[in-house]
């Protein structure tokens, strides 16, 4: 009979104690292993600590900012000597630098077209950064032909009263007119054809010159200028029609390079008796075109005299001025030359003081002109061999002041090197500041 063996009995039979204690250790191994090494890694700082961190932090922000502060201030300082220096630039540029300027609005009526309305307008500009260093700049609008330029622009070096340098857009010394052809202190409003068609007025050049005074006597004083420049060109007109001004307007260079290799010489020098008399010389020399050692000669004499403290003659005042140029080698014109003589008469009679004309100015005055002038250019492109023109203007003008003109002139033209061809009727309103 087989026996009988209860279940629990075959099952507790294969169960190992030792593997079952095993398995638990390893449990709870798994369960406390990483906690104590979490408590041991992980610290937690106490009170002191955290308040010594802050206060680290606080230093460090401090630091930053006291940093960060210094920086600013010095940023401020440089921004305000940059200030600084542009006040005392701006301060110093308005002291030295001064900007002026001229213009003349007029109105032209001959009888062989018709009238119009001219003008020009023209800005001067003059500073001196060091006693011995001045410039001069005067630039020409350009009105009505729209084209700016620059008639003089020049830096001068003072070293002694009778020895000067100068160096730019030069303004050359032939004759009086030339230099002396602003529209508010002229008293009649067109040059005179001598100082249009023979000396090309406004007439400048880029060069060097030396210039200076040189006292004779108490009552006498001597200046001269000479000028190396580039010179006149081969450009010159010798037929009129509709060329607008024949002669030698057209050959001057307009600021532009030499046409040749050869550097032309110019200067005038004066005598000046009691600031009342004044007697000029000029002369030209240049080569005028390329491959050629053809000349351009020319000679200038003027003289301007204001008597003074001769009742009958003080209001009076007599300026002059005669010019020739010959050329060699052209087989179109040899040579031109011209003169005028005009006179003036300025008066103001005591009844106009309290009417509009003499009311709240100081010195006003009235001013009758006379000018009489020849022209003659000789040329093989007339039949006649030579073009003559003769000028008469008669003319009247008002200042309430100094730099304010207002002008009226007839002009009498006959002959054909003139700068107009015909009579006609001028007026023009002139000022300068």
Known sequence: ???????????SARH??????????????????????????????????????VEQLKKQLHQIEEHHRKELADLKDRLGVVEQRQSSLSDELAQNIRVGAYGAVIFESFQDRRSTHDGNF???????????????????????????????????????????????????????????????RRDLIRPPSVARLVTPTTWGDLG???????????????????????GLTDK????????????LQSARTGLRSDNNGDKAVVGRATLKFFDQYEVGLSGYRGDYKTGSQDLITGIAFDTEFKPRNV???????????????????SPTLSSLWGYYIQLTYRFWPSA??????????????????????????????????????EQMIIGFNYRPVEDYVFKMEYQFNNGQFNQFPSDGFLTSIAWIF
């Open 16 to 53: 190992n104690p030792l593997r079952s204690i095993v398995g638990l250790v390893t449990l709870l191994l798994c369960a406390l292993v990483p906690n104590l090494l979490l408590a041991q890694t992980t610290h937690v700082p106490s009170k002191s600590e955290r308040d010594d961190t």
């Open 1 to 11: 009979m087989t026996q009988y063996r209860p279940k629990f009995q075959r099952s």
């Open 311 to 329: 009742k009958i003659w003080e209001n009076f005042q007599l300026r002059s001025e005669f010019a020739r140029f010959d050329i060699q080698g």
């Open 122 to 184: 023209e800005v001067l500009i003059s500073g001196q950064f060091h006693d011995r260093i001045r410039v001069y700049t005067e630039i020409d609008l350009g009105l009505p032909n729209g084209t700016a330029d620059a008639e003089q622009a020049y830096v001068d070096l003072l070293l002694t009263q009778a020895f000067n340098v100068r160096a730019g857009v030069l303004l050359i010394p032939f004759g009086k007119f030339n230099l002396d052809h602003f529209d508010p």
């Open 352 to 389: 106009l003081n309290s009417t509009i004309l003499g009311r709240h100015f100081n010195n006003p005055t009235l001013a009758l002109v006379g000018l009489y002038g020849r022209t003659k250019m000789n040329t093989v492109a007339s039949p006649t061999g030579s073009l003559t023109g």
């Open 208 to 230: 060097f010159s030396a210039f200076g005074l040189i006292p004779i006597s108490d009552n006498v004083k001597a200046t001269y200028e000479v000028q190396v420049i580039n």
């Open 236 to 247: 010159f007109m010798a037929t009129p029609g509709n060329i607008p001004d024949p002669g």
